[in-house]
């Protein structure tokens, strides 16, 4: 199976990732940009959503709850966290752009959670950096295990020129609590300038998937299990969204044993 999705360059829908395209139970993923006035609906049914506001000014409707004009960032590469917003299963939903702006969701399945929907702030992210030298990379825990849902983790990273990301390579394809989940994963890639390209591999202990990729502007990559570094040539910053989701919402992963020497020294 290809792990590439590639982006439609024109349009409202960006990409796509179902659970039935990916072969997969839990992970979905759909990314949309829109124009001043355009709005985005959608039924939540058995899923749970975070939508986040990945560039611009968006109105959130879920039922009664209403979120007007959030969001706000130029870009991604901002240095700033998103405006994101949780909706449990089995509501309807609107978005309305104030001006372009690109919105990501992310879902999974919302199982048997009776959660409230709620506006996640940026001020409550987590920001950290992550790695040293050339594997420094810029992390934003948007929802992390920490915060209340069924079975999504959300996650992103800006990456520098020339740098590696999700370094050494590391993978979480085992349920071994507490020292491994499993967990199905997307990368929603965005490349600055956006001519450029990142490379990503995504591999197996015992090499049944093996595939090396040139991701562009927009492509998603699939991670239905195995290792799956990141490296950004020279010239060019990367950005990934990540969406998480498996049977057990935590995320313990285990490094690539023959390039673990790196973070040992």
Not at 107 to 135: F, H, T, Y
Request: hydrophobic share 35%.
């Amino acid at each position: 199976m290809n792990l590439l999705v590639k982006a439609q360059r024109e349009g409202r829908e960006i990409v796509s990732v179902t659970p039935q395209s990916a072969g997969w139970d839990y992970v979905g993923f759909a990314a949309h940009r829109l124009d001043d006035g355009q709005a985005l609906s959608l039924q939540t049914g058995e899923r749970e959503y975070c939508i986040v506001v990945l560039s611009g000014v968006v109105s959130v409707m879920a039922g009664e709850d209403c979120w007007r004009d959030i969001g706000g960032r130029a870009s991604v590469f901002d240095d700033s966290a998103p405006y994101a917003v949780y909706i449990p299963g089995g509501r309807a939903v609107s978005v309305l752009a104030s001006g372009a702006a690109e919105v990501a969701l992310c879902s999974a399945p919302a199982g048997d959670a009776s959660l409230p929907a709620r506006l996640i702030e940026p001020a409550s992210m987590k920001r950290s950096v992550r790695g040293s030298g050339s594997n420094t990379r810029y992390v934003c825990d948007i929802l992390p295990h920490t915060e209340p849902a069924a079975h999504l983790l959300v996650v992103e990273v800006r990456t520098p020129s020339g740098h590696s990301s999700s370094y050494p390579p590391h993978k979480h394809d085992v349920d071994n609590l507490p020292l491994e989940s499993s967990l199905e994963e997307t990368y929603y890639h965005r490349i600055d300038p956006p001519q450029g390209f990142a490379f990503q591999r995504v591999y197996t202990d015992a090499r049944d998937i093996d595939q090396s990729m040139a991701v562009e502007n927009h492509d998603v990559v699939m991670v239905p299990r195995g290792y799956h570094p990141v490296v950004m040539p020279h010239g060019y910053q990367g950005y990934y969204l990540n969406v998480m989701a498996g049977r057990t919402r935590e995320w313990h992963f285990k490094n690539d044993p023959a390039h673990e020497w790196m973070i040992e020294r």
